[in-house]
């Protein structure tokens, strides 16, 4: 018994031991010795997408949604939202109806292609990714008020500003120095 | 004519009621005029190297020059961007970029030892630093691994007439300028940029992905 009693503690020590040695080793290496955790505050996949469709009281609830949950707590919104911004939507240039259109939208992450170009739009791909040149805002008024083929209510469907105001770099960052 | 003033009735009826900033610059009262508030995020191929992604965070949007100088990360925020490999818009890779004492650190892509709205702190696997790039220095690049990283204000990337949208918005016009006029001319960001190869996140195919902000607990 006491020799069992013996080899516990030196177990307990032998712990004890190797948790200490396993805080000093955190310390030599400026590592956080808690686990740091966080809450989110603030999400975004597509460009407007909260600020367009989401209602007034129910933004910070959306930013604070997981995105696999969206879709089935905001789709049926978004779909009246939709069809309060434009009351003739039909289909738009993508063929999608109403329900289709914001079921996609309403799960608000960004789709990225791993194999080759990827931007917004550029007339031919769509949605594979998001560069720093697209016009994503001429693009997502397209898709509201264009229509079926891109030509209803021009004057909505494209706010005329289609390039931003300095060049982006060729290397990385990329992003223009500040002004 | 009639179609037209339904249809502006339409919108001024439904928007005029919203807070509404473009892309997502000041969307929601929760974060506006916080160091958490996300104003965009790009996500593409490099421009450099085909076999690399390109991801972007802008966070404090519309900083004026002055302003820019004495902006700063909160070093309580985490950013965190969210990379989806499988199609369930569930986070199967994470990189997290922490703000400490003037420097940034990136760490991943790393399985996530939670998904969804909480998020706890991977250190145990790739992470690169540099110093946080103050106003009017050249950028800091750190790279580690294949990965590079950059942390500090630019000029904010994002371009639309929000201003005229917000004369349609409030039925003081009835359509877009042409040419427009870019609100967000002269106005700078904090911008978090990570470099990362393919092959560290998925390979090819797909991925969904997103960024979020995330305040210490």
Not at chain 1, 30 to 42: F, G, L, S
């Amino acid at each position: 018994m006491k020799i069992i009693n013996n080899k516990i503690w030196m177990l307990a020590a032998a712990l004890l031991l190797s948790v200490g040695f396993t805080s000093c080793s955190d310390d030599d290496d400026e590592m956080p010795e808690m686990p740091v955790n966080y809450a989110q505050e603030d999400q975004m996949g597509r460009p407007a997408i909260n600020t367009v469709f989401v209602s007034s009281s129910m933004k910070d609830n959306f930013n604070t949604t997981a995105p696999s949950a969206q879709g089935a707590a905001y789709q049926a919104a978004f779909e009246s939202r939709l069809l309060a911004l434009n009351p003739n939507y039909s289909t738009n240039a993508l063929g999608m109806d109403a329900t289709t259109f914001t079921t996609a939208l309403a799960t608000d992450v960004l789709s990225v292609s791993l194999d080759g170009t990827t931007t917004f739009f550029d007339g031919t791909n769509v949605l594979t990714g998001r560069a720093l040149a697209d016009d994503v805002i001429s693009v997502e008024l397209l898709l509201i008020f264009g229509g079926p083929d891109g030509t209803a209510n021009p004057g909505l469907s494209d706010d005329n500003v289609d390039a931003n105001d300095k060049a982006f770099l060729s290397s990385f960052p990329y992003l223009a120095t500040p002004w | 004519m009639k179609k037209k003033t339904i249809l502006s009735l339409g919108i001024l009826a439904l928007l005029a009621t919203a807070i509404v900033y473009a892309a997502d610059h000041i969307d929601a009262p929760g974060v506006t005029g916080t160091s958490s508030d996300i104003t965009d995020y790009y996500a593409f191929q490099s421009p450099e190297n085909n076999s690399n992604i390109v991801f972007v965070a802008n966070l404090q949007g519309l900083l004026s020059p002055s302003a820019s100088t004495s902006a700063a990360f909160d070093e309580n925020v985490m950013v965190e961007f969210n990379i989806d490999t499988n199609g369930d818009a569930m986070e199967d890779l994470v990189i997290q970029c922490t703000f400490k004492d003037g420097m940034v650190t990136a760490y991943g892509p790393v399985a996530p030892i939670a998904t969804g709205t909480s998020s706890t702190l991977v250190t145990t696997g790739t992470s690169v630093s540099t110093n946080i790039t103050t106003y009017g220095s050249a950028a800091s690049i750190g790279s580690e691994g294949g990965i590079k990283l950059f942390a500090g204000p630019r000029d904010d990337p994002f371009f639309m007439d929000f201003a005229q949208y917000g004369e349609i918005i409030g039925g003081n016009a009835s359509s877009f300028n042409d040419p427009g006029a870019d609100t967000f001319a002269g106005t700078n960001v904090m911008s978090v940029v990570v470099e990362v190869p393919k092959s560290m996140i998925g390979g090819s195919g797909t991925i969904n992905t997103w960024v979020t902000s995330n305040r210490e607990q």
